[in-house]
């Protein structure tokens, strides 16, 4: 297993990608959860057209992006804007990434449009590739905060569906990123999450009527803290 990969930025500055447990295997593909708000929001969206060849040259995609429209629940006060998930192949892939100059320069574009910034890596549990953002779909996001993120719980979330709802994905946080500078002790990135779940379905009715439910609302009470929200797909 690949428990640590650290990356050197600059000669005063490193990155670490840190494993939660010991049999994360960061060389397997992970999801990177970008949550948070902006304080340009044009000037976000012009660093991931900037970003995607840099992206692409690493084998890392976009594989979803929505922008928050109603929040449903928010325990503990962890609202956001915008929700960016990023596949890579495995940790070094986004080694590659930040150590490539074009992608320094214009990660400078990123540090000035962003606030209130969350970030993680996770490993997926249930995936639903085939739905792209043509589709007209609705979408919902829940992330929550629970020491439980073993396959059991995902699967409780996949018996609540019904014939109308779909997981577009879900995933377990792995792994956190850490920044360091010289010889001080690293320091973690912000992470407000331990699992997310995406649903999708024909119409927004649907998810409302999953989550309204007395078992989904049931489920919420296992789970440490939660948010919730209906959110547009962009990408």
């Known amino acids: ?81 915008l929700i960016l998930i990023v596949r890579y192949p495995g940790g070094q892939s986004f080694k590659a990434l930040l150590q490539t100059t074009y992608f320094k320069i214009v990660s400078i574009l990123r540090i000035m449009a962003v606030k209130d910034f969350s970030f993680g890596f996770t490993q997926q ?42 997981v577009k994905y879900a995933g377990a946080m792995v792994a956190q990123l850490f920044s360091q500078q010289n010889s001080d002790p690293p320091k973690q990135v912000p992470n407000l999450m331990d699992g997310l779940v995406l649903f999708e379905s024909d119409t927004e009715l649907e998810i409302s009527r999953m989550l309204d439910s007395p078992a989904y609302k049931s489920l919420i009470q296992e789970l440490e803290s939660s948010y919730i929200g209906h959110i547009k797909r962009t990408l």
């Open 125 to 166: 549990r249930i995936l639903n590739d085939a739905s792209s953002v043509n589709d007209g779909l609705c979408y919902a996001v829940h992330h929550f905060k629970s020491s439980k993120t073993g396959d059991s719980l995902f699967s409780k979330f996949n018996d609540l569906l019904g014939d109308k709802v779909r």
């Open 1 to 81: 297993m690949t428990n640590d990969i650290t990356c050197s930025i600059s000669t005063s500055s490193k990155v670490l990608i840190k494993a939660n447990a010991a049999n994360v295997d960061l060389n397997e593909p992970l999801y990177a959860i970008n949550w948070f708000s902006t304080k340009v929001e044009w000037l976000y969206h012009l660093y991931n057209f900037m970003a995607a060849k840099s992206l692409a040259k690493v084998g890392g995609r976009a594989f979803f992006k929505a922008k928050i429209t109603k929040t449903v629940l928010d325990e503990k006060n962890v609202a956001r804007d």
